[in-house]
C-alpha cells in the first residue's frame, strides 16, 4: 500500500517510476494497480529470471556488461504500463511478479535456484539496478518479507533507499531492526560502493489508544535511535521528529486494495494522502532523518503537545503568525498544524478531536470560513470538554466568534479589532504577545505547572 501510493505521487511531479512486485510467493501490487492496467495477463519478474539463466556464466567484476545490457533491454516486453490513473503528468510501468494464473507459477518459484544464479553471475543484480536507474526516474521494489534470498536482492544488492515498513508489535519492530543492521553490513563489507539510505515507516497506527500508541512510539523511537548509532558510528541522536509522521490506522482503508491518494475526496492534515506526501518529502531530502543531540538545550526541549487548527482561506495569516511561532516551535517536540476544512468524513473529525483532547495547548484561528466550515460544530462539544487547558482563540477576520467559544476558557486575541483590520505594525504587535504567551507556557518557570 506504501509503496503505490508513494508511486502515484511521484507520478503526479512528472516522474517516470517503475513499480516491482517481487514478493514472489505473495504478489498483490497488482491487486491495487487492477483497476488501470490494459491487460493482466502478461508473464513478469519470475519469468525475465527464469530466461537469464541462458546466460553465460561471469566472474565478479568481469561481467560482460555489454551482453548483459541487451539482455536488460528486454525487460520490456514484461512490463505493463498503469494507464488510467487520473492526474498523472509523467508515467508509471509495472512488473508484475508472474502471470499467478498459469498452473506452473507456484512450481516457477519453488524450483529457481536463487544461490546457483548468484554463483553463475554474481553482479547480475548490480548491474541490474545501474540499468533501471538510468531508464527510470524512480524504480520502487515490494520486497518479500522474512530471511529469503529474493528478500535479500531486494534489501541489500538492489537499493540505494531502504523503506522498513512496520506496525507497532515486537514481531514487526525486532524483524525490521535486524533487517537494517544486515542490509547495511553486507553493504559495508561488498564492493558496492553505493551507501544505503535507511527509513523506517510506522504504519497502521491506531490514534484512538493514546496511551499505547505513546508508549511505542517511545519504544521504536529508542530503538531505532540506538541501531543507527551503531550502523553509521553516530553520537547521541534523536529522531524523535522524524518520527512525527507515520501512517494511521485508517477504517476505509483497512477493506480492499484502493489507492488512497486517488480515493480521499478531502486532503486534510490528518488525511493518508498528506501522511504519505510527509513520507515522501523525506525520502526525497538530501537531510539526515536523524537530529544529533545538542547538550543541554536540545535535551529540554518539552513534551508539550501544541495543536493549531486553521481553515483554509486563512493560510496566508496562519503563515504570518507562523513566522513568530517558528522560535517557539523549537522548543516543544509536539506541534501540530490542522486544516479544518468542509464535509470532513466523520473518521477525520474522529482524528481532529483526538488531537485536540491530547492537547496541552489549543489555538483556533478564528474567522467566518473557519464557523462556515460546517466541521466547526462538531467540535464544540469538544471544547467544553477541555476547561482545564490551555485554549488561545485568535480572531484573525471578523465572525461571530463569542457564539463558537466561551470567552472565560480562552485565552482571546485581538477580539475587538480582527488581525484583518490591523495595520501591519499593529498585527506584529500581536502576533508577537501570543507568541511570547505561548512560549512561557512551553517552558514555565520552576514552579508553574502548565
Same mark, same amino acid.
Given at each position: 500500500?506504501?509503496?503505490?501510493?508513494?508511486?502515484?505521487?511521484? /507520478?503526479?511531479?512528472?516522474?517516470?517510476?517503475?513499480?516491482?512486485?517481487?514478493?514472489?510467493?505473495?504478489?498483490?501490487?497488482?491487486?491495487?494497480?487492477?483497476?488501470?492496467?490494459?491487460?493482466?495477463?502478461?508473464?513478469?519478474?519470475?519469468?525475465?529470471?527464469?530466461? /537469464?539463466?541462458?546466460?553465460?556464466?561471469?566472474?565478479?567484476?568481469?561481467?560482460?556488461?555489454?551482453?548483459?545490457?541487451?539482455?536488460?533491454?528486454?525487460?520490456?516486453?514484461?512490463?505493463?504500463? !498503469?494507464?488510467?490513473?487520473?492526474?498523472?503528468?509523467?508515467?508509471?510501468?509495472?512488473?508484475?511478479?508472474?502471470?499467478?494464473?498459469?498452473?506452473?507459477?507456484?512450481?516457477?518459484?519453488?524450483?529457481?535456484?536463487?544461490?546457483?544464479?548468484?554463483?553463475?553471475?554474481?553482479?547480475?543484480?548490480?548491474?541490474?539496478?545501474?540499468?533501471?536507474?538510468?531508464?527510470?526516474?524512480?524504480?520502487?521494489?515490494?520486497?518479500?518479507?522474512?530471511?529469503?534470498?529474493?528478500?535479500? !536482492?531486494?534489501?541489500?544488492?538492489?537499493?540505494?533507499?531502504?523503506?522498513?515498513?512496520?506496525?507497532?508489535?515486537?514481531?514487526?519492530?525486532?524483524?525490521?531492526?535486524?533487517?537494517?543492521?544486515?542490509?547495511?553490513?553486507?553493504?559495508?563489507?561488498?564492493?558496492?560502493?553505493?551507501?544505503?539510505?535507511?527509513?523506517?515507516?510506522?504504519?497502521?497506527?491506531?490514534?484512538?489508544?493514546?496511551?499505547?500508541?505513546?508508549?511505542?512510539?517511545?519504544?521504536?523511537?529508542?530503538?531505532?535511535?540506538?541501531?543507527?548509532?551503531?550502523?553509521?558510528?553516530?553520537?547521541?541522536?534523536?529522531?524523535?521528529?522524524?518520527?512525527?509522521?507515520?501512517?494511521?490506522?485508517?477504517?476505509?482503508?483497512?477493506?480492499?486494495?484502493?489507492?488512497?491518494?486517488?480515493?480521499?475526496?478531502?486532503?486534510?492534515?490528518?488525511?493518508?494522502?498528506?501522511?504519505? /506526501?510527509?513520507?515522501?518529502?523525506?525520502?526525497?531530502?538530501?537531510?539526515?532523518?536523524?537530529?544529533?543531540?545538542?547538550?543541554?538545550?536540545?535535551?529540554?526541549?518539552?513534551?508539550?503537545?501544541?495543536?493549531?487548527?486553521?481553515?483554509?482561506?486563512?493560510?496566508?495569516?496562519?503563515?504570518?503568525?507562523?513566522?513568530?511561532?517558528?522560535?517557539?516551535?523549537?522548543?516543544?517536540?509536539?506541534?501540530?498544524?490542522?486544516?479544518?476544512?468542509?464535509?470532513?468524513?466523520?473518521?477525520?473529525?474522529?482524528?481532529?478531536?483526538?488531537?485536540?483532547?491530547?492537547?496541552?495547548?489549543?489555538?483556533?484561528?478564528?474567522?467566518?470560513?473557519?464557523?462556515?466550515?460546517?466541521?466547526?460544530?462538531?467540535?464544540?462539544?469538544?471544547?467544553?470538554?477541555?476547561?482545564?487547558?490551555?485554549?488561545?482563540?485568535?480572531?484573525?477576520?471578523?465572525?461571530?466568534?463569542?457564539?463558537?467559544?466561551?470567552?472565560?476558557?480562552?485565552?482571546?486575541?485581538?477580539?475587538?479589532?480582527?488581525?484583518?483590520?490591523?495595520?501591519?505594525?499593529?498585527?506584529?504587535? !500581536?502576533?508577537?504577545?501570543?507568541?511570547?504567551?505561548?512560549?512561557?507556557?512551553?517552558?514555565?518557570?520552576?514552579?508553574?505547572?502548565?
Amino acid at each position: 500500500m506504501a509503496l503505490v501510493n508513494i508511486a502515484v505521487l511521484l /507520478a503526479r511531479q512528472g516522474n517516470r517510476v517503475l513499480t516491482i512486485d517481487w514478493d514472489l510467493e505473495a504478489p498483490g501490487l497488482e491487486r491495487y494497480f487492477e483497476p488501470y492496467l490494459d491487460k493482466t495477463d502478461n508473464k513478469g519478474l519470475i519469468d525475465f529470471l527464469i530466461k /537469464a539463466n541462458v546466460l553465460p556464466s561471469m566472474e565478479e567484476d568481469d561481467e560482460d556488461e555489454t551482453l548483459l545490457k541487451k539482455f536488460y533491454s528486454g525487460l520490456d516486453e514484461y512490463i505493463i504500463p !498503469v494507464s488510467k490513473l487520473p492526474n498523472i503528468s509523467g508515467s508509471i510501468q509495472f512488473l508484475r511478479a508472474g502471470n499467478t494464473n498459469e498452473v506452473d507459477y507456484t512450481d516457477k518459484i519453488l524450483s529457481f535456484d536463487w544461490p546457483g544464479f548468484f554463483r553463475k553471475i554474481p553482479g547480475f543484480f548490480t548491474h541490474f539496478a545501474y540499468y533501471l536507474k538510468e531508464h527510470y526516474d524512480y524504480v520502487l521494489i515490494d520486497s518479500r518479507t522474512g530471511h529469503t534470498d529474493a528478500g535479500g !536482492v531486494c534489501t541489500m544488492l538492489l537499493p540505494d533507499s531502504l523503506v522498513l515498513v512496520f506496525i507497532p508489535n515486537n514481531q514487526n519492530l525486532s524483524g525490521v531492526l535486524a533487517l537494517a543492521e544486515s542490509a547495511s553490513n553486507y553493504r559495508k563489507n561488498s564492493g558496492d560502493v553505493r551507501p544505503i539510505r535507511i527509513f523506517p515507516l510506522p504504519s497502521r497506527i491506531e490514534l484512538q489508544e493514546k496511551e499505547k500508541r505513546e508508549d511505542w512510539h517511545k519504544k521504536y523511537t529508542h530503538a531505532f535511535e540506538n541501531i543507527f548509532k551503531n550502523i553509521y558510528n553516530l553520537p547521541d541522536i534523536s529522531m524523535v521528529r522524524y518520527f512525527e509522521n507515520f501512517i494511521r490506522q485508517d477504517t476505509f482503508f483497512a477493506y480492499g486494495e484502493e489507492i488512497a491518494v486517488v480515493a480521499e475526496k478531502t486532503k486534510t492534515d490528518l488525511s493518508l494522502t498528506t501522511a504519505y /506526501a510527509n513520507f515522501l518529502e523525506k525520502i526525497l531530502s538530501a537531510k539526515k532523518i536523524w537530529d544529533l543531540k545538542k547538550p543541554i538545550k536540545d535535551k529540554e526541549r518539552a513534551n508539550v503537545k501544541v495543536v493549531q487548527i486553521y481553515a483554509p482561506a486563512d493560510k496566508h495569516l496562519k503563515d504570518k503568525l507562523d513566522l513568530f511561532f517558528k522560535p517557539v516551535k523549537s522548543k516543544t517536540k509536539f506541534w501540530r498544524d490542522i486544516l479544518l476544512q468542509s464535509d470532513l468524513d466523520e473518521n477525520d473529525l474522529k482524528q481532529i478531536i483526538i488531537q485536540m483532547e491530547g492537547a496541552d495547548i489549543l489555538i483556533l484561528l478564528l474567522s467566518a470560513d473557519f464557523l462556515a466550515t460546517g466541521s466547526s460544530n462538531l467540535l464544540e462539544g469538544t471544547l467544553d470538554r477541555m476547561p482545564n487547558k490551555n485554549k488561545f482563540a485568535v480572531i484573525l477576520r471578523p465572525c461571530l466568534w463569542d457564539i463558537f467559544i466561551n470567552s472565560d476558557n480562552f485565552h482571546i486575541f485581538s477580539k475587538n479589532k480582527p488581525i484583518s483590520q490591523l495595520s501591519d505594525t499593529e498585527q506584529e504587535e !500581536v502576533f508577537n504577545e501570543i507568541a511570547e504567551s505561548i512560549s512561557r507556557l512551553i517552558t514555565p518557570h520552576k514552579n508553574h505547572k502548565l
